[in-house]
């Protein structure tokens, strides 16, 4: 925080900030190879393995590549290769390629971690178990990789994971194998 702008780095995890407008002291999140400026608004940054996702509940932000300085990203522009996303667009940033068009988002879907819920909608398998591990004490593993291809969707709470597992293990007919050290989902 200083005369120019607010900064927060985002260097893990996922974070919704509600943002004042501030024409002169604009708020920034760099985030891994993400630059987001605020422009009066609700979003959310998630820090993936994949890349950043930028989610606007509502009002606008610009996003651009972590090199690009906070001043030069106040809107769309070719010249910084910013994107300006409106409130229910998101967009993923990765290190090695330009920012993407903005796609359609449904904001109470991405914000629902907020809730203590996690929403998935045909959701690869293999995302559904680095969200629950996310939440878990004890990792989820599932030890055959033709599973992790599978889709999933449902609403489940993220503080009792013995939902998802239940959920997965009827769904599929596999077999829960739990330990101190986590818990496994095999097919026998």
Request: no cysteine; net charge negative.
């Amino acid at each position: 925080f200083n005369q120019e702008t607010r900064t927060i780095e985002l260097l893990g995890g996922q974070a919704l900030f509600e943002v004042a407008a501030d024409p002169v002291r604009p708020f920034i999140v760099d985030s891994g190879s993400a630059r987001i400026r605020a422009l009066g608004t609700q979003f959310d940054v998630y820090r993936k393995s994949s890349g950043i996702v930028v989610t606007v509940v509502e009002g606008r932000v610009s996003v651009s590549n972590s090199d690009v300085p906070a001043e030069k990203i106040t809107a769309a522009n070719a010249t910084t290769g910013a994107v300006l996303l409106s409130a229910g667009e998101q967009v993923t940033m990765t290190p090695k390629a330009v920012p993407a068009a903005p796609r359609h988002a449904n904001a109470q879907v991405v914000t629902a971690w907020t809730e203590g819920k996690l929403v998935f909608d045909s959701t690869p398998l293999n995302e559904v178990v680095q969200e629950f591990n996310r939440y878990s004490a004890r990792p989820l593993t599932i030890d055959d990789a033709q599973l992790l291809s599978l889709h999933i969707s449902g609403t489940f709470a993220a503080d009792d994971t013995s939902q998802i597992v239940s959920f997965l293990s009827q769904r599929f007919g596999l077999v829960v194998r739990e330990s101190d050290n986590g818990i496994t989902l095999t097919r026998e």
